[in-house]
């Protein structure tokens, strides 16, 4: 029995014996091959970037890579979006830079080693790398790239910032179109939303929010070359902006205060201070509990102010001008930002008329009518019937932008100036895109008394909107506006489905988060 456990441990001995030898055989291998590695200063993680000194390296942007740089050494930075090693000698990667791709290849030669080509395919996707190459010509078209006549042959990758292995959201699923959804994996609305950061870095949110930025530089550009002044307005009030239940109640020190609904009063306020053409660009709060594809309970609001000389239809002149100046520059300028969206999200092209199509409400009914909806020319058009009025308009007109103006007046707010030559309509207009509201205005009235009058009517307290009230009592220019909702027009100028496509962290009554 003895003998047997002599035995035993002289054969443990042994093994661990063999098994340190084996250890230290392995671990002399490893280390020829870090002094072999003739890659080795060409690869590898970057320490932490503090600025502690300058780097004179100038990175070329992945959309300025095409023909015209072949056979150039270039420096870029990107995310590793895809990756796919063919050999333990070569490796294929794709580069993305906002909304653009490029192919990158590192393959085993004389300066590059086969450790070289494991740490370059052993990079987790979505890591941030510096990639140095010789751009060459593709010997084919790379359809998967958006730079795709042209690759890059790594000479030297390093990883700036490293993501982690396991990413809550797929990127490749956040990109597919929803029609694919029965054969391959989409990634839900929700799940997009709860992980909107990399969500944003798909190529057609990066195209989206160049389109809703162009949107805001073409009304600035436009209004700006007409002389309008852009004003900065409050968003913590003491009265409700429009009346209503609908507003958001916060506390303010001992007492109470509001979130602005609108910036109309302070808008009406600048005319009443000569500033005659105004625009404001900013956040708008709605307390509405509504959770459908267009609402939002905080968006920007794109707001304008005109002082008029005899006839509102002076500023229907100026806000239709502006729209078709709007789409004309996004045809211009973001050609490639819409084409990147509708790969993914299909939609049938933008179409307009300059000027801009003008009708009157009550022949919007008439088409409804006259198409079998059964409405009155003094009730409210329903969501229904506004995307059936738009589409009875492109069919007749051609155009996915129109006007709609003199609307019944007791569906417009206390400051909106009546029609003088019928009481029961108003001097007010609604602008549609592709059958739905993305502007609503009016010319207000700005006379104190007739206006306190309008206030009384809606029930609102006079007390709380006596600054408001006070500002016409010494002379105020007859003025006309509107706002639009930012959002709602980039939603529907592309074509989408639904505003939180268009709303970078979107509010609505189940969301604050991120």
């Known amino acids: 029995m003895e003998n047997k456990e002599n035995a035993k441990k002289e054969e443990k001995k042994k093994l661990s014996k063999e098994e340190r030898i084996a250890a230290r055989q392995n671990q002399s291998k490893q280390v020829e091959q870090l002094e072999d590695d003739c890659a080795k200063d060409f690869y590898g993680v970057m320490p932490l970037i503090q600025s502690k000194e300058k780097v004179d390296r100038v990175l070329v942007n992945v959309g300025d890579l095409n023909s015209n740089l072949v ?3 270039v420096w870029v930075r990107g995310r590793l979006f895809v990756s796919r090693k063919t050999t333990n000698k070569q490796c294929f990667f794709t580069i993305r830079q906002r909304f653009h791709t490029v192919q990158a290849i590192v393959s085993v030669g004389e300066k590059i080693s086969k450790s070289m080509v494991k740490f370059a395919s052993d990079i987790t996707k979505e890591s941030i790398i510096d990639v140095e190459g010789f751009l060459r010509k593709a010997p084919t078209k790379i359809e998967s790239c958006t730079q795709n006549d042209v690759e890059l042959q790594v000479t030297q990758v390093f990883v700036v910032s490293q993501a982690e292995p396991r990413l809550p959201l797929l990127i490749e699923d956040a990109m597919r179109p929803e029609a694919e959804a029965e054969e391959l994996s989409v990634a839900k609305q929700d799940t997009k939303l709860d992980h909107r950061i990399i969500d944003l870095r798909t190529l057609t949110n990066q195209a989206i929010y160049r389109v809703e930025a162009g949107v805001c530089q073409l009304f600035r550009q436009t209004l700006d070359s007409q002389g309008f002044v852009e004003i900065h307005t409050p968003k913590i009030i003491n009265a409700a902006s429009e009346g209503g239940a609908n507003v958001f109640k916060v506390s303010y020190f001992k007492s109470s205060a509001y979130l602005a609904q609108s910036p109309q009063l302070y808008k009406q306020m600048a005319i009443a201070g000569d500033f005659e053409k105004v625009y404001t660009v900013g956040s708008v709060f709605r307390a509405e509990d509504s959770n459908t594809h267009r609402h939002l309970t905080e968006f920007i609001g794109l707001d304008v102010e005109i002082a008029i000389k005899y006839h509102y239809h002076e500023v229907l002149d100026i806000i239709g001008n502006l729209f078709t100046s709007i789409f004309k520059g996004l045809e211009k300028n973001f050609a490639s930002e819409i084409e990147t969206v509708r790969k993914q999200y299909p939609s049938e092209p933008f179409q307009f008329l300059e000027p801009a199509l003008r009708l009157e409400y009550t022949e919007g009914v008439k088409m409804l009518n006259e198409n079998g909806v059964e409405m009155t020319d003094e009730e409210d058009l329903s ?6 009025l738009g589409k009875l308009v492109k069919e007749k007109y051609g155009t996915d932008f129109f006007i709609l103006d003199k609307y019944p007046l007791a569906v417009r707010p206390f400051y909106t100036m009546p029609d003088p030559n019928n009481p029961k309509f ?89």
């Open 71 to 73: 056979d150039t050494k």
């Open 383 to 388: 969501t229904t019937n506004e995307k059936f």
């Open 426 to 514: 108003s001097n007010s207009y609604d602008m549609f895109i592709r059958g739905e509201e993305i502007l609503s205005g009016a010319q207000r009235i700005h006379d104190p008394e007739f206006l306190s009058e309008r206030a009384k009517h809606h029930g609102i307290d006079l007390e709380k909107i006596k600054p408001y009230i006070d500002s016409f009592r010494y002379g105020c220019p007859p003025h006309a506006g509107g706002g639009i909702g930012l959002e709602r027009v980039v939603m529907l100028y592309l074509g989408l489905n639904n505003i939180r496509k268009t709303s970078m962290f979107p509010r609505d009554p189940k969301r604050l988060a991120p």
